[in-house]
């Protein structure tokens, strides 16, 4: 198994660990590197990889990095605003939602989320990320007036709100057209949509996750009108519960195929599947969540597959946990994500880590592995580099940096144990 903290993941060469692969992989990374679009069988050899195929792929993937995007690793400062965890939808993988006489329930004030958006922006976000439950009762003008509400008050605040779940929803109760119901969202000062609700792009997957959630064609429905209407989103993939290694190619060939029609999405983002508070796993549906093996498998494959239409692969640290980002982060990953501030629904379901991470620990920790730091906005415009450490940087408590920077010899720390 391949150790993410070894000098063996640090220091081969990507032309060395290509050498070793096997034909197949070998011809597959290859024409990654030249820029050709690999196809589905080619994906599936990808997906599947072992020993020191896994080694060439993460390598290959870390150099394509490298090519594309620089040495930079982004993130974003923002708050998550999950409004309510009252939902109707039953989806058999959260762990978040709660029935409306749940003594935990809550649904929060406009008010409070205008006043949690304010705070946000005082402790320096330039993003809130506003997703919820979907409750029976709810108005389907609801959105709309939320949006307006925050953007009265903080009109240079960008709003990344609702899923194409969500929005599906409002146009099923306000009964308006799509397009007509997703222009009323942007006036109203919405910026971007996250590509969430996706899970596995595949129907027979989603009737074992969610049979009440929204189908395959309804998602792409979505995302492309926002597209061409202007609303730019996040596209996203949850692996590690019920699926296959073939399901993660074909839902990234899908994304692939949208990105060259719409050119919509900002990146790409692989959430692994946090179990433990889950009737999915609890009934024994679903696996213990995803591996380490798989972690590094969809984000160097997704850096792959994606080259040339999806510039930016992002790891989700709430669900992957600081080592583990990391150790994507030099398997194609590019960015962060966002410090967060407020994260209601991975730590629901079971997620171990915490609900926000300070811009000076995120540096902090980006720094551990010999890359640069810097502040981007939604949209991947850098705000700012960070070149050199500052006086805020330090490591999340409790965190001892098991990686050495790139070109140190100094010792290392023992390995994860992977």
Known sequence: MLKPASLEWRETPWESALSAASPSVADALEKALAGTDLGLEEGLTLANVEGDDLLALVKVAGEIRRRVVGDRITYVVNRNLNFTNVCIVGCAFCGFSRGPDSPDAYFHSTDTLVAKSEEAVKLGATEVCIQGGLPKDLDGYYYVQLLRAIRARLPELHLHAYSPMEITYGVEKTRLPLREYLLMLKEAGLNSIPGTAAEILDDQV?????PNKLKVRQWIEVVKTAHSVGIPSTSTMMYGHTEAPEHWVKHLLLLREIQKETRGFTEFVPLGFIHSQTKLFQSGAARAGRSVHEDLIVHALSRILLNGYIPNIQVSWVKLGFEESLACLEAG??????????????????????????????????????????????????????????????????????????????????????
């Open 206 to 210: 989603r009737r074992s996750l969610s």
């Open 333 to 418: 990953a590019n960015d962060f994500g966002g410090t967060l501030m407020e994260e209601s629904i991975s730590k629901a379901a079971g997620a171990n880590f915490g609900e926000y991470v300070s811009p000076g620990e995120f540096r902090a920790l980006i720094r551990t592995i010999g890359r640069i730091p810097a502040e981007r906005a939604t949209s991947y415009a850098i705000r700012k580099v960070f070149e050199h450490p500052d006086a805020e940087e330090r490591l999340p408590p409790g965190r001892i940096p098991i990686f050495a920077p790139a070109g140190s010899h100094e010792p290392m720390p023992a390995s994860l144990g992977y």
